[in-house]
T-cell receptor, first 115, second 115 residues
Framework: GNSVTQMEGPVTLSEEAFLTINCTYT??????LFWYVQYPGEGLQLLLK?????DKGSNKGFEATYRKETTSFHLEKGSVQVSDSAVYFC??????????????FGKGTHLIIQP | NAGVMQNPRHLVRRRGQEARLRCSPM?????VYWYRQLPEEGLKFMVY????????ESGMPKERFSAEFPKEGPSILRIQQVVRGDSAAYFC?????????????FGPGTRLTVL
């Protein structure tokens, strides 16, 4: 079945530091890949996505590239801000049976940015 | 354009009672998904519905849980005879179609506490 593995953290960085959150996946076929962000007490917001190999998703300074050869979708940002503190979820959606599956999520990475 | 609406935001039930969670998808979205977020476990897919149809319920517990998405009105996740282990945040998401590359938009969640 489908699975997503990501570093769980917490990851603590200073403001303006470089961020990488690793995400690797297992899936049959060619899934779509997503990064979602969750702020305390809120639902998930889509951060970025990529739907085929070598696609790069980007938003708000965050980037991730769909690497089929390494089955990875690592999240990066060049200079983090305190407001980036949140929980980040890597997710995939593939196909099985007659249609698309529900999203399969990693366990989430708690990111803490210190001023 | 209103986002995905969920109510109630917080629900407290005693063991053995029923819990009903409601989800109104974004305007124009006919696909609804329910996810459960248990402490320390991350988000797990429960069920995928389209108007009047259950498309995939592979993540639903076999007993006490049911979901519907009628032709008119919100989607309902129903939990009968709740137990303490049902305490969790339940998130609903919607999408305009069922493709794997479609973005799922999440509601703010219902936090269920079972006493």
């Amino acid at each position: 079945g489908n699975s997503v593995t990501q570093m769980e953290g917490p990851v603590t960085l200073s403001e303006e530091a470089f961020l990488t959150i690793n995400c690797t996946y297992t899936a049959t076929g060619y899934p779509s890949l997503f990064w979602y962000v969750q702020y305390p007490g809120e639902g998930l917001q889509l951060l970025l996505k990529a739907t085929k190999a070598d696609d790069k998703g980007s938003n708000k300074g965050f980037e991730a590239t769909y690497r089929k050869e390494t089955t990875s979708f690592h999240l990066e940002k060049g200079s983090v801000q305190v407001s980036d503190s949140a929980v980040y979820f890597c997710a995939l959606r593939g196909y099985s049976g007659g249609g698309a599956d529900g999203l399969t999520f990693g366990k989430g990475t708690h990111l803490i940015i210190q001023p | 354009n209103a986002g995905v609406m969920q109510n109630p935001r917080h629900l407290v039930r005693r063991r053995g009672q029923e819990a009903r969670l409601r989800c109104s998808p974004m305007k124009g979205h006919s696909h609804v998904y329910w996810y459960r977020q248990l402490p320390e476990e991350g988000l797990k897919f429960m069920v995928y519905l389209q108007k009047e149809n259950i498309i995939d319920e592979s993540g639903m517990p076999k007993e006490r849980f049911s979901a519907e998405f009628p032709k008119e009105g919100p989607s309902i996740l129903r939990i009968q005879q709740v137990v303490r282990g049902d305490s969790a945040a339940y998130f609903c998401a919607s999408s305009p179609s069922g493709g794997a590359s479609d973005t799922q938009y999440f509601g703010p969640g219902t936090r269920l506490t079972v006493l």
